[in-house]
C-alpha cells in the first residue's frame, strides 16, 4: 500500500459549536450518499483513506482547515449520519467511544447479515490495526481515536489519530488489497513532520526483527531475562517514555511483564500477529523483545518514520470566513433534493450538479 501524504495536524481546543454539528452531520451524509450512489460503497471507503480527500471533505464541511479537530469531527459527522440503509456505517470514535467498536461492528455485521466467522475478522482488524499504530509504529504518539468504516459486503477502512504534547498524527487504512495487517499495511500515515528515531516494525526491513522477535518468545521468559541489565524495578518510573538508553532493563518487561511472556511461551503463538494481540503487549514490552531480539539474532528492526509524504462554506474560528449558515443550509438542501429526485428517476438536477464538477475539474 502506498504511504503517502503529509498534514499538519496542531492541536487545538474547543469543539465545534452545535449549530456548526448539525448542519456538517447533515452535509456529511448527503455528500456521502452521493458518492455511493454514483460510485458504490467501496468508492466511499477509497476516498475516506486518502489523506488529501478526507482534509479536502473535512474543509468543505467548515471546520478548522488544519487542526487534530478535523479527525474526530468529520468522522463523527460521519457516524451520525450514515445508517445501515446507506450501505455504510462507521463504529468507534473518540476516546470511551472507540472502547464500543468491537460491540457496534457486531451489530453492524448482523444487520448486514454478515457471515459470523467474518464478524470475528472485522473485529479482529479493528483490534489490530490500533495495536499496529500504538505498538509496532513507534512514532511518539498515543492514540485516542478509532473510527472504523465498515460497508454492508464486509468492506472495511479505519481512520485513527494519535497525539504527543502538541501535534496529531492521523493514520489510514483500508482493507481492498490489503495483504498483512503487520507488513506496511498503511493506506497512508499524516503527520505534520518527520520524526527522526521511529521504530516502525511493520516494514519490510523488520521483517526479520518480526521472525526473531516470535522466536525469542517461544525460547520462553528464561532465556529473555538473562539479557537484562540487573537493576531493580523499583529504581524507576512507571512513565511510557522511552529512554535514550539502548540496554534493556527489567523494567521495560514491566512488573506483569514475565507472567505475560510465560503465558506467551505457553501459547507458542505460530505468527507475529498473534504475539502483538496478546493482552498485555504494550509498546514497552514490544520494544525491549524487539532490542533483545536484534542483540541476539542480529535482526535490527528499521528505524525510518513510516510517514512520508479549502473552502466551500468557511471554517469554524473564521479562517477563511466565517461560516455561511444560508448557503451551508442551501447546499444540504441541493445535494438531498438531486440525489431524492435521481432515484425517483428525475435526474435533470443531479446531471446538472455532474456537469459542474466537470466544468470546475477543466478549469482549475
Known amino acids: 500500500m502506498a504511504q503517502t501524504g503529509t498534514a499538519d495536524l496542531p492541536l487545538h481546543d474547543g469543539r465545534a459549536p452545535p449549530w456548526l454539528f448539525s448542519r456538517m452531520r447533515l452535509l456529511a451524509g448527503e455528500i456521502a450518499r452521493v458518492i455511493i450512489y ?4 467501496q ?3 477509497r476516498r475516506i483513506s486518502d489523506p488529501f480527500w478526507f482534509q479536502a471533505f473535512s474543509c468543505v464541511l467548515g471546520f478548522d482547515w488544519h487542526s487534530s479537530g478535523t479527525t474526530t469531527t468529520t468522522t463523527g459527522a460521519l457516524r451520525a449520519s450514515l445508517r445501515p440503509e446507506d450501505g455504510v456505517v462507521v463504529a468507534g ?3 470511551a467511544t472507540s472502547l464500543k467498536t468491537p460491540v457496534e461492528i457486531m451489530r453492524y455485521g448482523e444487520i448486514f447479515s454478515l457471515s459470523e466467522r467474518k ?6 482488524a479493528s483490534r489490530l490495526s490500533a495495536k499496529v499504530d500504538n505498538a509496532l509504529v513507534q512514532d511518539g504518539y498515543r492514540l485516542y481515536h478509532h473510527a472504523f468504516i465498515l460497508t454492508s459486503n464486509g468492506e472495511w477502512a479505519v481512520v485513527q489519530q494519535g497525539m504527543n504534547e502538541r501535534y496529531a498524527r492521523r493514520y489510514h487504512w483500508l482493507s481492498d488489497k490489503l495483504y498483512s495487517m503487520i507488513e506496511e499495511p498503511h493506506a497512508a500515515i499524516c503527520a505534520q513532520r518527520l520524526e527522526s528515531r521511529v521504530m516502525d516494525l511493520t516494514s519490510k526491513e523488520s521483517r526479520e526483527n518480526r521472525q526473531a522477535t516470535l522466536d525469542l ?7 529473555i531475562k538473562k539479557y537484562t541489565a540487573q537493576r531493580s524495578l523499583e529504581d524507576f518510573s512507571p512513565a511510557l517514555r522511552m529512554p535514550a538508553r539502548h540496554e534493556i532493563l527489567p523494567v521495560d518487561i514491566g512488573r506483569d511483564g514475565l507472567r505475560i511472556l510465560q503465558a506467551a511461551y505457553e501459547l507458542q503463538p505460530s505468527t507475529y500477529e498473534e504475539l502483538v494481540m496478546l493482552r498485555g503487549m ?4 514490544v520494544r525491549a523483545l524487539t532490542l533483545i531480539a536484534e542483540l541476539i539474532f542480529g535482526a535490527p528492526p528499521s528505524w525510518r518514520d513510516p510517514a512520508r509524504y479549502s473552502f466551500a462554506h468557511g471554517g469554524k474560528d473564521g479562517y477563511p470566513y466565517p461560516v455561511d449558515r444560508e448557503n451551508y443550509d442551501r447546499s444540504i438542501e441541493h445535494l438531498r433534493e438531486a440525489l431524492q429526485e435521481a432515484k425517483l428517476g428525475d435526474k435533470e438536477k443531479y446531471e446538472a450538479m455532474k456537469r459542474l464538477s466537470g466544468f470546475v475539474r477543466h478549469t482549475r
Not at 464478524?119 to 479482529?124: F, H, S, T, V
Not at 518468545?217 to 532465556?223: A, E, I, K, M, Q
Request: avoid cysteine; proline fraction near 7%.
Open 217 to 223: 518468545v517461544r525460547d520462553g521468559p528464561s532465556h
Open 282 to 285: 504494550g509498546p514497552k514490552r
Open 38 to 41: 454514483e460510485y458504490g460503497e
Open 43 to 45: 468508492e466511499l471507503l
Open 93 to 95: 470514535g473518540k476516546g
Open 119 to 124: 464478524i470475528e475478522d472485522l473485529i479482529r
